[in-house]
């Protein structure tokens, strides 16, 4: 998905899209697309699962801009020295990066994806069906084939475990 399709389909009424100033960009070295996701589109400030992207002020060394952070406040960067992936810096494995997508386009359709199976459970069973994670097998596959139509990589790593929590905390509300 490019920015400005992301920017018509995304619902800035739920959450705005923030931008980064484009001379806080100017340093790093990356592809014109990605520049213009970060400093002409945004990305939301929040977005389900958990996430949340900030405008990079926070810390950004010569290779990662910070563009967020995961439910546990690791960081969500933008790698600039592998193509302009998009990662986790895990905490607990000494900032080792952890794939999230591979690249921003296809950042925007995860959020976007995600996005709709949550509204798809809102409107056929209102906030229980986010809270208790109540999908059928069926509405989890068509979730994992249109993430892995947009990006089949991300689902090796960040995204894989995403899925894993759903399925996990579809088991405990069933099971509890």
Do not use: C, H
Not at 81 to 91: H, S
Not at 134 to 159: I, N, T, V, Y
């Amino acid at each position: 998905m490019t920015a400005s399709e992301f920017q018509k389909t995304w619902r800035a009424e739920d959450q705005p899209l923030a931008v980064m100033p484009e001379e806080q960009l100017a340093r790093f070295s990356m592809l014109p697309a990605t520049k213009d996701f970060l400093s002409v589109t945004g990305l939301p400030v929040y977005a389900s699962p958990f996430l949340s992207f900030m405008d990079g002020k926070k810390f950004n060394t010569e290779r990662y801009i910070v563009i967020g952070a995961n439910r546990n406040g690791a960081p969500i960067v933008v790698d600039t020295g592998n193509n302009d992936k998009v990662e986790l810096l895990n905490f607990q494995g000494s900032f080792q990066p952890v794939f999230i997508n591979s690249s921003l386009e296809q950042l925007a359709d995860f959020l976007v994806i995600y996005r709709d199976f949550e509204d798809m459970l809102l409107s056929e069973q209102g906030d229980d069906g986010v809270l208790n994670s109540s999908f059928s097998d069926e509405q989890f596959e068509a979730l994992k084939q249109r993430m892995e139509a947009a990006d089949k990589p991300a689902l090796e790593g960040f995204w894989k475990e995403e899925l894993e929590i759903l399925l996990a905390d579809r088991d405990d509300f069933l099971n509890g």
